[in-house]
């Protein structure tokens, strides 16, 4: 396993942006298919956005399309999700999760085996 520590979340007004961050601990970063979840109060976790292990793939879901983005910087073992547009219905807890696969996309929640402690994003309206 690998540990996970995201940072970037905060406060902010309907239409802004946030920059979320995902640093890893591990020398093997780039074998890590990375993706992030969320978690608003009373819902299940739900997958957001994936990318395989050297950028070349992503996938996110539909009601984010558009608005976030999705890297990562293998030389400094981080990924983010840039998120544009912001929605009160993007509030929740977001997570980082790092999957060992042959797959270069992942969206299901048992699929990563790796998780962070999360970070709230909070978007007033």
């Known amino acids: 396993q690998v540990q996970l520590v995201e940072s970037g979340g905060g406060l902010v007004q309907a239409g802004g942006s946030l920059r979320l961050s995902c640093a890893a601990s591990?020398?093997?970063?780039?074998?890590?298919?990375m993706g992030w979840f969320r978690q608003a109060p009373g819902k299940e976790r739900e997958f957001v956005a994936c990318?395989?292990?050297?950028?070349?793939?992503?996938y996110y879901t539909d009601s984010v399309k558009g608005r976030f983005s999705i890297s990562r910087d293998n030389a400094k073992n981080t990924v983010y999700l840039q998120m544009n547009s912001l929605k009160p219905g993007d509030t929740a807890v977001y997570y980082c999760?790092?999957?060992?696969?042959?797959?270069?996309?992942?969206?299901?929640?048992?699929?990563?085996?790796?998780w962070g402690p999360g970070t709230q994003v909070t978007v007033s309206s």
């Open positions: 999760a790092a999957a060992v696969t042959s797959r270069p996309i992942v969206t299901n929640r048992q699929g990563f085996g790796s």
């Open positions: 591990t020398r093997a970063f780039s074998g890590y298919v």
């Open positions: 990318i395989s292990w050297s950028g070349g793939n992503t």
